[in-house]
Nanobody, 122 residues
Framework: QVQLVESGGGLVQAGGSLRLSCAASGRTFSSYAMGWFRQAPGKEREFVAVVNWSGSSTGYADSVKGRCTLSRDDAKNTVYLQINTLKPEDPAVYYC???????????????WGQGTQVTVSS
């Protein structure tokens, strides 16, 4: 069993930055890809970013490309999502997830966290 716990969400002014964290336990973290997704009210869950098992490859949604950096620290079993220049379209519940392979499809992620809320004020 794998547990994923997100943290770092909150209220930020437009143009500001946040760093979200996702701590994993219960499995060999370093063998898996890790991703972030987000879901706004009334919308489907959408892909944000993914990092492969070694950290050598990352992928980002077009909506956050250039504003987001996803990194992993295997010694701490934690991944970090740095989001800069927050925009009015960024507010959502942000979820981290674990997958066996490098992918951006949510149905290929096996474990999910409970999510952390990001709110952007204008």
């Amino acid at each position: 069993q794998v547990q994923l716990v997100e943290s770092g969400g909150g209220l930020v002014q437009a143009g500001g930055s946040l760093r979200l964290s996702c701590a994993a336990s219960g499995r060999t973290f370093s063998s898996y890809a890790m991703g972030w997704f987000r879901q706004a009210p009334g919308k489907e869950r959408e892909f944000v970013a993914v990092v492969n098992w070694s950290g050598s490859s990352t992928g980002y949604a077009d909506s956050v490309k250039g504003r987001c950096t996803l990194s992993r620290d295997d010694a701490k079993n934690t991944v970090y999502l740095q989001i800069n220049t927050l925009k009015p379209e960024d507010p959502a519940v942000y979820y981290c997830a674990l997958a066996r392979y490098y992918t951006h499809y949510p149905n290929q992620f096996n474990y999910w966290g409970q999510g952390t809320q990001v709110t952007v004020s204008s």
